[in-house]
């Protein structure tokens, strides 16, 4: 006779079998605290993503970026820098370093969203509309705070008419095809040079800076847009990280933004040498099966994993969703689930934060005012205000993150990582085991007398349920108890 088991992790239980140990243990999810202040963060840091098992912060690009008022401070101006000064809406370089440094102290690492394929768009003009205040032409690629000049960047390599990639999907001209998208202006934004040696030492000098600060890894924005070897050459001369807070000679953590999603030239596979991937296909397969479109069934993601097509999972950094295609923007389509959807959301990010598959990161928004062509969300359909920039004052500036009293965000900010359905489970669950007191073999095991318990203990009732708490974010964010874990 088969002893009777109860299995339950914080997501699907999908069988013992399919939960390893993977390189979150001991707590290495990100959370993405989208265009929070730096401020703000340290707070976090400290008050709730140390004490919950949060491993990591992936911050908005800390670099000095052009200020845009039309349309007023979108989110994407983030993206367009003119210097790699740390000065941004989201604080002063001061206010970074103590945000850096007390996220360190408490266990917290930093990861920063460094944009390096880019400066700004070639249509933002002259003057100092940036926010550190330094001068920059965009017409004549002149950026003295760096320096750049024309020289830096790539026009003598890009074959365009209009000097723009206008060609993603000719896979029949490879090597052209990857030309193009490496070598032309990624929507008008002015494309680095950076096989020559003076980008490769600006652009290694930055990342270096922010290692020094303490800062643990970086997300890289828009690394199919950058030959592989170029960016070999700049990881190359990375320093090791801060020894204030990581074992010497620890390396930065660094995950590559490349979409694939299959049917164009440039493949993720080629940069998986050089540091992780974020692999988006998990993201839109996901929201498929948790929809149920296509005949999928929550039961199909007993395969779940590479055999869905997704890359090896020691490559992968992998999300439901990102401040890029909640937008409707960059990869995935109709299928990506978001905040606006938040049962079917709660479910996706439970799944994904009790599967072994990859490297997690959550995503932490803030609202805005939605404009849907037609009313509806998906299809064709286009929100109009998908620029929106962060909850702000009317001067622009980011208005803090305020904490209510239960636990939530105010303020507009949406705060996905504390929503209580995803980072931790506190229910009464029907267990369809005798009453009686067990011990979870997930976290300890039976003394050798038999009545007591190294791990947690579960008391299941009369009724055959029981009560259990267990937090997303725990080294094994799962219980077990059989019949012979019985007390």
Not at 1 to 7: E, H, I, T, V
Not at 34 to 43: K, L, N, T, V, Y
Request: glycine residues 10%; contains cysteine.
């Amino acid at each position: 006779m088969k002893a009777r088991w109860c299995l339950l992790a914080l997501g699907l239980g999908l069988g013992v079998s399919h939960y390893h140990c993977r390189t979150r243990c001991g707590g290495t999810s990100i959370v993405h605290l989208f265009e929070w202040p730096w401020r703000d963060i340290a707070e976090e840091c400290e008050n709730y993503l140390a004490p919950n098992g949060f491993a990591a912060v992936q911050i908005s690009p800390p670099s000095e970026n052009v200020v845009v008022t039309q349309p007023w401070r979108p989110w994407w101006e983030r993206y367009q820098p003119i210097s790699y000064k740390l000065c941004s809406r989201s604080g002063t370089e001061q206010e970074l370093r103590d945000m850096i440094s007390r996220c360190n102290k408490v266990g917290v690492k930093i990861y920063a969203d460094v944009v390096i394929n880019h400066m700004c768009s070639a249509s933002a003009g002259e003057g100092r509309r940036s926010t550190c205040g330094s001068y920059f032409n965009a017409r004549e690629e002149e950026f003295p705070s760096v320096p750049y000049s024309a020289s830096h960047f790539n026009d003598d390599k890009c074959t365009t008419a209009s000097g723009n990639i206008e060609n993603y999907q000719d896979i029949y001209q490879l090597t052209a095809s990857a030309a193009q998208v490496r070598d032309c202006r990624l929507v008008g934004l002015l494309d680095l040079a950076h096989r020559k040696e003076h980008v490769r030492e600006r652009v290694a000098g930055y990342m270096n800076t922010l290692v020094d600060m303490g800062v643990a890894g970086f997300r890289v924005d828009a690394c199919k847009h950058m030959w592989p070897e170029d960016l070999k050459a700049i990881y190359g001369r990375l320093h090791n990280l801060n020894t204030e807070w990581f074992p010497e000679g620890s390396k930065p953590f660094v995950y590559q933004e490349v979409i694939d999603l299959g049917g164009e030239p440039i493949k993720a596979s080629e940069y998986s040498r050089l540091g992780h991937v974020t692999e988006f296909k998990y993201g839109a397969k996901l929201g498929s099966v948790i929809r149920r479109w296509n005949g999928d069934k929550l039961a199909d993601l007993k395969t779940w994993g590479e055999s869905w097509g997704l890359m090896p999972s020691d490559q992968a950094l992998v999300f439901v969703d990102n401040h890029d295609n909640q937008r409707g923007h960059g990869a995935g389509g109709a299928s990506i689930l978001t905040f606006w959807e938040p049962r079917m959301y709660k479910m996706a990010v439970a799944f994904m934060l009790a599967h072994p598959y990859g490297v997690t990161r959550l995503m932490s928004s803030y609202r805005w005012d939605r404009s849907l062509v037609e009313g509806r969300v998906g299809g064709s359909c286009q929100d109009q205000n998908d620029w929106m920039g962060p909850p702000s004052y009317p001067d622009g500036s980011t208005k803090p993150v305020p904490i209510n009293p239960d636990g939530s965000c105010g303020e507009g900010w949406v705060c996905e990582h504390r929503w209580h359905q995803i980072s931790t489970l506190d229910a009464l669950l029907q267990t369809g085991m005798p009453a009686g007191s067990y011990c979870d073999v997930i976290s300890g095991q039976r003394t050798a007398a038999g009545m007591g318990c190294t791990g947690k203990r579960i008391t299941v009732g009369e009724d055959g349920r029981a009560h259990f708490t267990i937090k997303a974010t725990e080294q094994d964010p799962f219980v077990a108890i059989h019949a012979g874990s019985k007390l």
